[in-house]
Every structure is written in C-alpha cells, then in structure tokens.
C-alpha cells in the first residue's frame, strides 16, 4: 500500500475537519519535517551556529563553566540542551567545560528519532527527554537553546476591519493557504499594536512562553542558568515573520508543510516577560556578534589559529560570520535568564 505525502494526508484532514490555527500547522509540518531527516548542513537545508565552527560550542561552554566557578562550583551540575540538533554545540561545550574541571551530567530535550541518532553518536553519555517536563530536578541546571525557539509553534493574529482574529490554514485543490478566523480580544495584543492597520500579522508563540516558565521554574528552586540564542526582536513588534527554508534558500511556507523547515522570529520581550516575576533575572537579549566578542571570541581564534596555522583563514571567516552585522551577528541575539543565587552571566553588562 502506498502511503499518501504527509502534506495530502494534512490537505484532506483540514478539508475534512475545517482550517487549523497556524501554530497547529507549524506543529504537525515541523514534527513530521524534523522527525525523518538531519536537516543540518551543506548538504541540507539549512547551516547552524555551531556547524559553523567549534568557537561557537566552546566560547557557551566556557560561559557556563565561568558562571559555575563563580558560583562556588556546586556539585552535581547537568548541561542541558534543547532541540541539540547534530549533538555539536553540546560536545564543543563539554570539551572546553573539561578544561575548567566541570564535567556535568548531560540531558537533552529532541523529538527527532533521526537526530537523537546523531546526538548519540557526539555525545553518547547523554539522556534523552521527549519535553522539558522530565528535566532533573534540585540540581543546578546550565542550560543552552540554540536556534531551537524559532522552530517551535507560533500562533498568527490579524487585524481586520472587523478587530483582531486568529489566523487559520485552509486547504483546497490549489494547496493550503491563510485565512482569517474566530475574533481575539483586543486585550491579548499589545497596546503599541492594537491599532494596527487591516492586514497587520502580530505573531505570538505560547509553545515558547511554555517552555521558556518551565526552564525558570526549575532554575530558580534548584540554580543555574540558562541561555537562547536565536533570531528574533528585543520589542514584541507586529510583522509576519513565518517562513520556510529548503536546500539554503527561502520558501513558501503555505507549500509543502513537512517538506521544509518552517520557522519564526523569537519575540525576547515576551519569553523575558514571562519569566521575569518567576525568581530569576534576565540579562540581554544582547546581539549574538557583540556577545561573542566580549565572551572572548578572539582569544579564542587566536588560540586556534597558533594550534593551526593553515586554517587561519577558515577560522577568520567563520569569526566572521557568527560575528559581523551583515552576518549572523546582529539578527542573532543571546538572552540570558539566571537563578537568583548565582553571580551575573559574563557578556551582558
Ligand atoms: N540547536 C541545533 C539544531 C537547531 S534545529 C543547532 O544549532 O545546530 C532545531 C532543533 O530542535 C532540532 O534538533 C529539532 O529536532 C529540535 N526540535 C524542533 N522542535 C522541537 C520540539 N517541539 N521539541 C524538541 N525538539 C524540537
């Protein structure tokens, strides 16, 4: 028997059961997408950070170590990594925290069965959680999500003549596209872009906010500390942000759902709203190049670049992309939230 494509069998259910929320459709493509395939990478969709060079993975887990040497190194410490793709940021990280003396536990937050494989294989000490609902609890937490936000749900609100609605997806013949749907209280958007013009999207993620008071809750009672890095906004601002990638180029995100990365502006304002009044305090979101740069980027290639001479260049080019403007360095941001009892985190003062 042959099974249909999942973006069919997702056009029949919303033909049958009527048009799903955005945040729905983001969910079930991006299961489905992550679920069967290593998106990372030349051959890929798309490249990461840490795929870029072993400065990034290093340069967080010197960060952590650096916190947890402040904080009198307390015992019985566990990294913890979401959405950890190919395993590379943890096992750069681990490598420079070995350095310090820290060598904690190692959790990791995946869903991918196809990328909980490659986790193994850089990390293999690790244990695996399906949500953050499974994560130790009393032991200091150092906690790292890179690019990981951005693929989670995010709900679309539109402003039409007739007030705010929830944007759903429906389907036809032709494919799936955005239509408006139920009203939404005027009291769930923002003062700043209540008023919007017909048309205005204002995206919102609850699966991050989620998320986002989990990890908080479980700093402040037991300590740590926990980092996001992704790109995003500091001010929630309205805009439509979703948007799909296939083979390193953008896509059609009302196209093949599953088929490609479907992805979403992390708002920083809202995930630091949300755990502000929690306990822990929150530092940044600061841009990903300064960031890097005041943890000890350079030093960094230096000490590289002095360990090998003939890949000066490289080194020097992948500095460049994690750091300059026109780069990653400034759409990617880092945001740091902190248990009350641990010292400031290095790079956001
Ligand atoms: N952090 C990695 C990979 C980023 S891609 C890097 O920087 O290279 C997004 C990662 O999040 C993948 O590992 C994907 O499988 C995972 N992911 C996506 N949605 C998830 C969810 N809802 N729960 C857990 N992991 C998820």
Redesign the pocket.
């Known amino acids: 028997m042959q099974v249909a494509p999942f973006s069919a069998r997702l056009a029949k259910l919303i033909r049958s059961g009527g048009p799903i929320s955005v945040a729905d459709y983001m969910a079930l493509a991006?299961a489905h997408y992550?679920a069967g395939r290593d998106?990372?990478g030349g051959a890929g969709d798309f490249t990461?950070?840490?795929?870029i060079s072993q400065m990034f993975g290093e340069l967080i887990g010197l960060w952590m170590a650096d916190l947890w040497l402040r904080a009198g190194r307390p015992a019985g410490v566990c990294y913890v990594e979401?959405?950890?793709?190919?395993g590379?940021?943890a096992s750069d990280a681990l490598r420079a925290m070995r350095s310090t003396g820290l060598e904690p536990a190692v959790h990791f937050?995946?869903?991918?069965p196809v990328?909980r494989q490659a986790q193994a294989a850089s990390v293999p000490q690790a244990s695996w959680h399906q949500?953050g609902g499974s994560l130790p609890e009393g032991v200091p937490l150092l906690i790292v999500a890179?690019?990981?936000f951005d693929?989670?749900p995010t709900r679309q609100l539109i402003a039409t003549t007739s007030g705010w609605r929830e944007r759903l997806v429906a389907a036809d013949e032709d494919g799936f596209s955005p239509v408006p749907g139920p009203p939404v209280g005027s009291a769930a958007i923002p003062d700043h872009i209540r008023h919007a013009p017909p048309g205005t999207v204002l995206e919102t993620s609850p699966a991050s906010v989620a998320v986002v008071k989990q990890l908080a809750h479980l700093l402040a009672a037991s300590g740590g500390a926990g980092l996001i890095v992704d790109y995003g906004y500091e001010r929630t601002s309205a805009g439509e942000t979703l948007q799909a990638v296939a083979k390193h180029h953008f896509a059609d995100p009302w196209h093949d759902p599953g088929g490609r990365d479907l992805t979403a502006h992390v708002d920083f304002e809202a995930l630091a709203a949300a755990v502000r009044d929690m306990g822990v305090t929150v530092h940044g979101p600061r841009d990903q190049g300064d960031w890097l740069e005041s943890i000890g980027m350079a030093a960094r290639a230096a000490k590289l670049t002095k360990a090998s001479p003939d890949r000066s260049a490289d080194i020097e080019a992948a500095r460049h992309r994690l750091t300059a403007a026109e780069q990653m360095g400034s759409l990617f941001k880092a945001m740091a939230f902190v248990s009350p009892h641990w010292p400031e985190p290095a790079g956001f003062q």
């Open positions: 991006n992550y998106p990372l990461t950070a840490p795929e979401l959405g950890p793709g190919r590379t940021l937050v995946e869903t991918s990328l949500d890179n690019e990981f693929a989670l």
